[in-house]
């Protein structure tokens, strides 16, 4: 008999949802732009549901969530930290990771992986807005373009712009004063990119980086940002189009980890 599993990810800026077959098969992905404190949290999770014909959580053989809003579940039996279930989704996806450079809505970390894919050290970067997906938001918005542009614009670029400040407030207004001195916004873009790029660089080179490197997190499906964080680092990132489910796909898999232990 199938053992169906669920790993729910509340961050600050969106909701994910991932149902597991036999901790071997994704067979339900699910992700919602809002977080902890929406109703992002419930509309993930049933949509994750109706992927495999279900109705409720009281259906799956076990779940578990982790992320920023985890403990506001209370529908959901297992909390996890976010650590060790983005250690456990990398080493599901990629099993050479040695390192994961993961950035959030709201923080930014990187972990070092063993052989076996337990956890051996992390640095974490939860105090600032810089080096985060909110400061790549914020300027966004100055710019008045889509978060999806960024990679585009990225490519575009033809001039090295230096954005000095590491604050957010101080680079929303350095931006400003680039645009009225006629910079191009690809070449700001690219820019931001180089900026986030050496705050996040910095964290990974204090936890010791080691191939194979991956990169998790909505960020990661900007290409853009990959290619800046790999300039930093002098390594090749690898990414996956489950990068932004990491921690929910560790989530399940735990789920599945404790279904199993339960039955022993």
């Known amino acids: 008999m199938s053992k169906f599993t669920m790993g729910v990810d509340v961050g600050s800026t969106a909701s994910k949802c991932v149902i597991i077959k036999d901790g071997e098969e994704i067979v339900a992905t699910s992700v919602v732009p809002v977080g902890t404190g929406t109703s992002g949290p419930a509309r993930v999770m049933k949509g994750a549901l109706e992927q495999v014909g279900l109705t409720s959580i009281d259906e799956l053989d076990g779940a578990v969530a982790t992320g920023y809003g985890r403990n506001s579940l209370k529908e959901v039996p297992e909390q996890m930290s976010e650590l060790s279930c983005h250690a456990k989704g990398a080493y ?22 063993s052989d076996n894919g337990m956890l051996e050290n992390f640095v974490m970067n939860d105090k600032c807005a810089a080096g985060t997906g909110r400061f790549l938001d914020v300027i966004a918005k100055v710019l008045e373009i889509g978060l999806e542009d960024l ?114």
């Not at 990771?97 to 950035?103: A, C, L, M, N, P």
């Open 92 to 113: 599901f996806l990629f099993p050479r990771v040695r390192t994961i450079i993961d950035i959030g809505g709201q923080d930014s970390k990187a972990l070092k992986l």
């Open 151 to 264: 990679e585009k614009l990225d490519e575009q670029s033809t001039k090295e712009l230096t954005i000095s400040s590491t604050c957010t407030v101080f680079a929303e207004s350095e931006v400003i004063s680039q645009l009225a001195s006629g910079a191009k916004i690809p070449d700001i873009v690219k820019g931001i990119h180089t900026a986030i790029a050496s705050r996040v660089g910095s964290l990974a080179k204090r936890v010791g980086i080691q191939d194979d490197v991956i990169m998790t997190g909505g960020v990661a499906l900007n290409k853009g940002m990959v290619r800046a964080l790999e300039r930093n680092i002098g390594f090749k990132i690898h990414t996956s189009e489950y990068c932004q489910l990491n921690g929910a796909i560790g989530a399940a898999l735990f789920a599945y980890q404790k279904c199993i232990q339960a039955e022993k």
